[in-house]
């Protein structure tokens, strides 16, 4: 007989929040082929994702009656319910592609070349975590299934001496619980990008630094729930996305400190010659295309390329302690407006 492995496996799940109360509420995991839905209409087969860490929380987000005569609630009830958790991985492109994963962190679109996008529309996905230490009388290895996962942020953190790193946190409206483990071991081929085959590029110099993280915000409205049920109605996107980060700086860069104060690499100070209250003033931003190339453990092959065309240097930081070298860096957001070509691609592949 198998024995349980602890895993993480993540499918597509399109049809999470269609025809919400035209049935009764029912499970939709397919044990016997591993997806969500039925033959006539089913997501993605799950695929198992190489984590290293994983943290999960349903919260039943309680309505308490405080009343006048008790020194304690006097009622607790179910509100809305609320599951939500996040996860750590190593960076591996094709995993991620070919998962969805990175669908769901970009947004639901059509897949051009192997380029993604930000999208305005979410894409829905399931995550199966099987538990091989919890227990029932019969079995060890017990199985949950979250519905509707959205994707509300996603970390990228490169380092050195460290493999490329990712956290990601996601929401979900529902779960399925099953007192058996359903494990589907998916084969995991493809190698994490790692520091010394990443290229970093700025404008048109080659970025020189320590160490760079890119965080993509998704502001994704978790309180969209309707009178008359207590899970979430859809996954919509609700607010400005944020794209940005930091670049950690080699104790001898001065090029973007003395950029970011006197806001060129030439000039002795920030508008230097102009006149204030004269409208004449540039107050200029550094900015230029960042470029993360990723290629393979072996140095042969691009895995991966991401590209910001318009980024914006928003602040420097200098610190020292002691006789200790100093501390530089500087953070970055993106401005997006593909219409101008500044835009933000994820590529996967050579």
């Known amino acids: 007989m198998a024995e349980a492995k602890r895993e993480l496996a993540i499918a597509t799940d399109p049809t999470a929040y269609d025809n919400i109360g035209g049935a009764a509420i029912a499970v939709k ?11 006539g209409s089913h997501g ?123 956290t990601i946190n996601w929401i979900a409206r529902q779960a399925e619980v099953y007192d058996v483990f359903y494990n589907s071991n998916t084969a995991i081929s493809d190698e994490i990008a790692v520091f010394y085959n990443a290229v970093l590029n700025f404008g048109a110099n080659k970025l020189l630094c320590k160490g760079m993280t890119l965080t993509l915000n998704r502001q994704m409205d978790q309180d969209y729930f309707y009178i008359g049920s207590e899970f979430l109605q859809g996954l919509y996107y609700n607010g400005l996305t944020d794209l940005g980060g930091t670049i950690t ?15 060129s690499g030439t000039d002795a100070m920030l508008d230097v010659g102009k006149t204030e209250f004269t409208g004449n003033t540039a107050n200029a931003i550094p900015e230029g295309k960042l470029e993360v190339i990723l290629m393979s453990t072996d140095g042969t092959t691009q895995v991966a390329k991401i590209t910001v065309d318009s980024c914006k240097l928003t602040e420097a930081s200098s610190s020292v302690q002691g006789r200790n070298q100093f501390e530089k860096t500087v953070n970055w957001k993106a401005v997006l407006n593909p219409a101008a070509s500044k835009d933000f691609t994820v590529h996967i592949g050579a």
């Open 29 to 39: 995991y397919d044990t016997a082929n591993d997806y969500i839905g039925n033959a």
């Open 44 to 166: 993605t087969v799950f695929q198992t994702i190489r984590v290293t860490s994983f943290q999960q929380n349903a919260n039943r987000e309680v309505i308490i009656e405080e009343s006048i005569d008790q020194v304690a609630a006097s009622a607790v009830y179910g509100g809305t319910y609320s599951a939500s958790g996040s996860f750590e991985a190593g960076f591996r492109p094709q995993s991620f592609q070919s998962s969805n994963l990175l669908m769901g962190i970009m947004g639901l679109q059509t897949v051009t070349s192997n380029n993604y996008k930000l999208s305005q529309i979410p894409a829905t996905l399931a995550l199966k975590v099987v538990d091989e230490q919890a227990s029932t009388a019969s079995i060890k290895g017990t199985t949950v299934i979250y519905r509707g996962v959205g994707i509300t942020s996603f970390e990228l953190n490169l380092n050195v001496k460290e493999y490329a790193r990712c």
């Open 249 to 263: 700086l080699g104790a001898g860069d001065w090029t973007r400190i003395r950029t970011m104060i006197a806001g």
